[in-house]
């Protein structure tokens, strides 16, 4: 299906619904990313200038998409510090940006759909056999369960989605870690269990009852 015609498609079937699946209600970054092996962000590429509009949305040009995008994504994947660089590129395929409507019945919701793709830096080659297309929506709070069209200005509709664009990327990466990023470092062993590793049951001290 067309990126055009998915999306719009998305948007007629969310609008005027409370729940939004797959998005959680925080916007804050965990202190500790989700381990990925040699991971270390290169190039972080956006491009937005086939982006459709599908209405009813809020317009948005394409560089600032590319800005809110690219910023979400360094956020994000800047806390990573592994050994080899991988580059990120990103195609704003279309979006709809939540307009002022009745609520429930007629408040539509934000969407947003990417195409995303990974570069090996070392390799000069790509890692994902398929371009990985992601659907976006804006989470669920309580400025967005009525509409956001509503609520929230056209810059902050575009920054949820950004945010919820980086996780949902991280997410694939993560999916995918045991295949392009190396093997994972195995946990620390502390003193204790290091004492017990290879000792048999009949060397243990028996406990009393």
């Not at 007629?12 to 990925?36: F, H, K, W, Y």
């Not at 056209?154 to 949902?168: G, V």
């Not at 470092?185 to 204790?192: F, G």
């Amino acid at each position: 299906m067309k990126p055009f015609l998915k999306l719009a498609r998305l948007v007629v079937c969310i609008a005027g619904i409370a729940i939004v699946a797959g998005c959680t209600t925080s916007q804050d970054i965990p202190e500790t990313p989700e381990p990925l092996g040699d991971f270390a962000l290169g190039f972080n590429i956006v491009v937005a200038k086939n982006a459709q509009l599908i209405p009813p949305s809020r317009k948005a040009e394409p560089e600032e998409w590319e800005a809110s995008i690219k910023s979400a994504i360094d956020q994000r994947f800047g806390r990573y510090e592994g050994d080899k660089l991988y580059h990120l590129g990103v195609s704003v395929d279309g979006f709809a940006l939540a307009v002022p409507g009745i609520p429930v019945v007629l408040s539509p919701k934000s969407a947003l759909v990417v195409t995303v793709n990974i570069w090996d830096d070392a390799a000069q080659a790509k890692l994902n056999e398929k371009p990985k297309q992601l659907t976006v929506l804006e989470s669920l709070s309580g400025d967005t369960v009525l509409g956001s069209g509503l609520t929230q200005s056209r810059e902050k509709q575009m920054k949820n989605l950004s945010f919820n664009t980086a996780r949902l990327i991280e997410r694939w990466l993560v999916e995918n870690r045991a295949e392009w990023f190396g093997e994972l470092e195995a946990p620390e062993t502390s003193d204790a269990e290091a004492a017990l590793e290879g000792t048999s049951v009949a060397q243990l001290p028996e406990t009393s009852n």
